[in-house]
């Protein structure tokens, strides 16, 4: 198993690490990750996380974040690895997903 540590903005842009379709092991794998950054309604509360439609972006209350330390298995820490490949040679890597790319080459 392997840790990795997420802030609120990484754990809102994590979805962009997926491909919109896959095979059912690579879909299987992403709702396993996903279920493990998603935003419980108690974080929701904590955080003051809201969805500002005219901005089309997530605000939150800065002063109360903190990070979230999250496990993964083998299997998922390599499809995380081959996900950030894909995205990292079709030249897709944006400034939302660049600190989140860092942390899953960093996984071992």
Known sequence: MSKMSLTVAERINFPLMFSERSNMVSMTLQK???EK????????EKYD???DEKL????WDISKEDSV????????VVYLQEQVK????????????FSICEKINALE
């Open 69 to 76: 330390e999250i496990e993964l298995s083998s299997k998922e």
């Open 32 to 34: 396993a990750i996903s």
């Open 49 to 51: 996380l809201k969805f």
């Open 56 to 59: 089309r972006q997530y605000t």
């Open 86 to 97: 894909r995205i990292d040679t079709a030249n897709e890597v944006t400034r939302f997903t």
């Open 37 to 44: 950054v998603v935003f419980s309604k108690e974080d929701i």
